[in-house]
């Protein structure tokens, strides 16, 4: 039975998956405008520190008020409708909750919130990526310990890059790189909140009326984003970080097999089986006509010489020796694609990506020249940007991880552009979030996860 199949059987049967939503921002919002579409779902309640900001949203993408009028959990599984509450973890708690998505971007109270669903047997999907590199595989043996899915994203890229690598790697290919497309300039990295609208085109305005963060969105220019979700996609799939960073070279989506490829072959990678990002813009501005900005990729090897011929047979485009070739979606669809992963928690107790391994760090750089006393505003903010790094080399050189980059205080200056350690801050080492990072840090030392 297809999952489609079966949600429409539960909804027949009046017992649909009950889905517990926390945050709620634009990802949210994209996938509740789905959820309420699809046959045998019922979003329980949403909780946000801001109620009042929820109920704005689902009226901006068309729900009915009486559809989120559910004064409690228990009114909300008699009537159908959904409770929306400022009470994340009472949500989780609530009877007859299966799955809860955490959209918070927020990687302490998402941590907060995977500790609440272990407490209560609830699979997870969390979209806040920026938790799942600081803790994820910590987190996600914990999950399979307890006989529970905690699951990356579907319709977020590292969730659809894992499953073009695991095509690949069924189909009997070697996944030599994966990765995405975005918009990236070296300058980029500099870049803050005041200014990151004119880089995507639209004014402040216009941003504000599509709900658009601008700290959030600057995370996504200034290439922390892409470290986090490449760091994501390298613990997900056993790939291996860059060493000195992602490289952001331009690309067109038929170049991608010549271009990411090992060095000693004419490429721009370290070796085989990489993460990498791909350029929608040359070094000097200029757009590249067929570009990967949106989309995701996977370039996979042929073995043997009947192999590449059949490449050629059947059109895929290769680099000059044919052996390399990609595969590569040109969009993804962010939250109205993410019912893919609350259903195959629920359903199929499966994740769409689920972090396994170690492999991949994002450090905090110094986005301009910080002094002694200043307080980090982590992602996507004025303070500092995120590089992605093997995991060896961030624990050897004790980096502060980008996800506890945030209202902490530095203990020394540190120059634009280096790395900040651990030694660097006055971090509580009694945080929850730090307890855990302390936690994963020494079991990778010891080799055990």
């Known amino acids: 039975m297809t999952l489609s199949e079966e949600l429409m059987r539960r909804d027949a049967a009046g017992t649909p998956l009950r889905v517990a939503v926390i945050g709620a921002g634009k990802f ?3 996938y509740l405008a789905q959820a309420r579409r699809t046959p045998g779902v019922h979003v329980v309640g949403v909780a946000d520190l801001n109620p009042e900001r929820a109920r704005a949203n689902l009226a901006g993408i068309g729900w009915p008020e009486e559809a989120f009028a559910a004064a409690d959990a228990a009114s909300a599984l008699r009537t159908g409708a959904t409770w929306l509450t400022d009470d994340a973890h009472a949500l989780i708690a609530a009877e007859g ?89 070296p300058e980029y990295h500099h870049v803050t909140p005041d200014d990151v609208w004119g880089h995507y085109g639209i004014t402040p305005e216009e941003a504000s009326r599509g709900g658009m963060n601008p700290q959030m969105f600057n995370s996504f220019l200034d290439g922390t984003k892409s470290a986090i979700e490449m760091a994501a996609v390298a613990n997900a799939c056993g790939l291996r970080a860059p060493e000195n960073g992602l490289a ?82 040109p969009y993804h669809l962010i939250g109205l694609e993410l019912g893919i992963s609350v259903a195959k928690a629920a359903i199929m107790r499966e994740a769409t990506g689920v972090s396994r391994r170690f492999a991949g760090d994002v450090a905090a750089v110094a986005k301009k020249d910080l002094s002694q006393g200043d307080v980090l505003d982590g992602e996507g903010g004025y303070t500092v940007y995120g590089k992605l790094a093997p995991a060896a080399r961030s624990l050897a050189e004790g980096y502060l991880p980008i996800g506890l980059a945030h209202k902490v205080v530095l203990r020394n200056s540190v120059a634009r552009d280096r790395p900040l350690t651990w030694d660097d801050v006055a971090i509580d080492e009694t945080v929850e979030a730090v307890r855990l990072r302390r936690e994963m840090e020494d079991m990778a030392r010891a080799g055990s996860i």
């Open 97 to 185: 909750v299966e799955v809860v998505v955490d959209i918070t971007g927020n990687p302490a109270a998402a941590i907060g919130h995977a500790l609440a669903c272990l407490r209560h047997g609830r699979h997870l999907v969390n979209v806040t990526v920026e938790a799942d590199v600081l803790v994820g595989p910590l987190l996600a043996r914990r999950f399979r310990e307890a006989d529970l899915v905690y699951s990356q994203a579907y319709g977020d890229q590292p969730a659809l890059i894992a499953e073009m690598v695991d095509w690949a790697r069924t189909a009997g290919f070697e996944v030599v790189a994966a990765g995405k497309g975005t918009k990236y300039l």
């Open 28 to 30: 949210a919002a994209m």
């Open 248 to 329: 952001f070279p331009p690309a067109d989506v038929d170049d991608l097999p010549g271009i990411l490829k090992p060095r000693d072959d004419g490429g721009v990678l370290d070796g085989r089986g990489m993460v990498e990002v791909v350029s929608c813009v040359n070094r000097d501005g200029t757009a590249i006509a067929r570009d990967l900005r949106w989309g995701v990729y996977v370039v996979f090897a042929g073995a043997d010489d009947y192999v590449r011929r059949c490449f050629r047979e059947y059109g895929l485009k290769t680099d000059d020796s044919g052996e390399y070739t990609a595969m590569y979606k």
